[in-house]
C-alpha cells in the first residue's frame, strides 16, 4: 500500500462508552490529562504496507512485545492541540494543519516514518466527532488531544524501526494550573539543560520531556510551578520552560521571544501570539535574551511583565524567577495589562468571539 492518506477511518464504536451520567461528573471539574473519552484513533506503518488501517476503536490498554523499539531506544514523538465548543454552538481545532506539520518534522529528525498531514488532521477530525460529548462546556475547558507515534518493531538491533503504530487519545481539560488563573513562578536550572545545538530541542519527542523531569521535580522543591532552562553552550540564554515557551514584555511595549535556533520547540501558541502582536501594532523581537539581563531590567523596570505560553497552559503570566538563593519578581507579581490582552486576543480567537482573519480554526462542525 501506498503512503496516500486512507479517505477515511473505520469506526467501531465503543461497545460500552461511559453514561452520559457518569461522563457529566466527570466533567465538573476534570484537571489536566486525567478525564480521558471512549475512543482512540489508531494507524500502523510499515516498510511493507505503508500507512494502513487507519480506525477509530474503543480505547483500551495496548499489548506490547517487550522487546518493542521503543521501549528500548526511545523512537517517540507527540502532538498537543485543543478541540473547543464555540460560541455558536460549533466545534473547532486551533491550526491542527500546523500540528501535523510539525509533527512530521518530529519523526524526521528522529528518523520515524512520517504521517502524512491529511492522515493527522483526519484522525483528530474523526476522533473529535466520535467523542464530541466529551468537550466541556465550562469557562476554559477543552477536549485535549494528544496524537504520539512509537516504533513497534520487535528488534533488539539499534537501528530506525520498520514498524510504527501512530495513535491519538482525547482528554478533557480545564486549566491547566492548579488555582486557575494566576501568576506563576519558575526556577532557573543552572545544573541540567534541556537540549543542545545540534540535538533534538525543536523536535517534540518524550526523550526531551525525560531529560527536563529532574528540573522539573527540583522547581516544585524549591516550592516553583516550572523549571525555565538556559541555552546548553554559554548557560546563558533564557531558552523554555519545561513545556511552554517564554517572552518578555518591555515598559516601552516591545514583545521579545527568544528565536528558534533549534534548540526550543517551535510552539504554534508562540506563533500565534507573535501574528496577533504584530497585528496590534507592537514591537516584537526574537532576539536572545540573557538571565543576566532579565534579572537587572526587572530589577530597574525595564522589563514589566513576562509570560509563559502553550496549548495546555495558553498564557500564563510569571510573577516570580527563583535562581538558587536569590530571585526577582516580575512587574507587580500578577497578571500584567499586556499579559492579559494578549490572552484574551487569543482565547476569543479560539472560542469563535473574535474576528478569524488568519483562518487558524478549523471547524469540525
Ligand atoms: N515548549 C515545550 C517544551 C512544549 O512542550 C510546548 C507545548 O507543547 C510548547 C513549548 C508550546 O507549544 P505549543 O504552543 O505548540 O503548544
Ligand atoms: C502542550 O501544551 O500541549 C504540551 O505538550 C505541554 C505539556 C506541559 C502538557
Redesign the pocket.
Known amino acids: 500500500m501506498s503512503t496516500d492518506a486512507p479517505a477515511s477511518f473505520r469506526h467501531q464504536p465503543h461497545p460500552t462508552p461511559v453514561a452520559a451520567a457518569e461522563r457529566a461528573e466527570r466533567l465538573i471539574d476534570p484537571g489536566?490529562?486525567q478525564v480521558f473519552t471512549d475512543h482512540m484513533a489508531m494507524v500502523d506503518f510499515t516498510d511493507e504496507a505503508g500507512w494502513h488501517d487507519a480506525r477509530i476503536v474503543a480505547r483500551a490498554p495496548l499489548t506490547m512485545d517487550p522487546a518493542s523499539s521503543v521501549l528500548h531506544y526511545a523512537q517517540e514523538i507527540?502532538?498537543?492541540?485543543?478541540a473547543y465548543r464555540l460560541a455558536d454552538g460549533g466545534t473547532a481545532l486551533f491550526r491542527p494543519q500546523a500540528n501535523a506539520t510539525r509533527f512530521r518534522n518530529s519523526a524526521r529528525r528522529m528518523a520515524m516514518a512520517e504521517l502524512p498531514e491529511e492522515l493527522f488532521v483526519g484522525s483528530i477530525e474523526a476522533l473529535v466527532r466520535a467523542d464530541a460529548a466529551w468537550i466541556p462546556e465550562s469557562e476554559g475547558g477543552a477536549l485535549?488531544l494528544?496524537p504520539f507515534m512509537i516504533a513497534s518493531e520487535v528488534f533488539l538491533g539499534v537501528k530506525p524501526s520498520a514498524r510504527y503504530t501512530y495513535m491519538a487519545i482525547a482528554s478533557s481539560v480545564g486549566a491547566?494550573w492548579k488555582g486557575g488563573a494566576r501568576a506563576i513562578s519558575i526556577w532557573v536550572s543552572r545544573e541540567h539543560t534541556r537540549a543542545a545545538p545540534g540535538g533534538t530541542g525543536a523536535a517534540?519527542c518524550g526523550g526531551n520531556?525525560a531529560a527536563s523531569l529532574l528540573a522539573q521535580s527540583e522547581a516544585i522543591r524549591q516550592g516553583c510551578d516550572q523549571v525555565v532552562f538556559l541555552d546548553a553552550a554559554e548557560r546563558r540564554w533564557v531558552e523554555e520552560l519545561?513545556?511552554?515557551n517564554v517572552f518578555f514584555v518591555f515598559a516601552d511595549g516591545t514583545l521579545r521571544t527568544p528565536p528558534l535556533t533549534g534548540t526550543i520547540l517551535p510552539?504554534i501558541?508562540r506563533d500565534s501570539l507573535l501574528t496577533i502582536a504584530r497585528a496590534q501594532g507592537l514591537r516584537v523581537e526574537e532576539v536572545p535574551y540573557s538571565i543576566d539581563q532579565w534579572r537587572s531590567d526587572a530589577e530597574s523596570g525595564v522589563l514589566t511583565e513576562a509570560f509563559a505560553c502553550?496549548?495546555?497552559?495558553v498564557v500564563t503570566a510569571i510573577g516570580r524567577v527563583a535562581d538558587g538563593d536569590a530571585g526577582f519578581a516580575i512587574g507587580s507579581g500578577g497578571i500584567g495589562q499586556i499579559t492579559r490582552a494578549l490572552h484574551d486576543s487569543l482565547v476569543s480567537i479560539q472560542r469563535g468571539t473574535a474576528p478569524d482573519r488568519q483562518g487558524w480554526l478549523h471547524r469540525i462542525d
Open positions: 489536566f490529562g507527540f502532538e498537543g492541540l485543543k485535549y494528544r491547566y517534540k520531556y519545561g513545556g511552554m510552539g501558541t502553550g496549548t495546555a497552559a
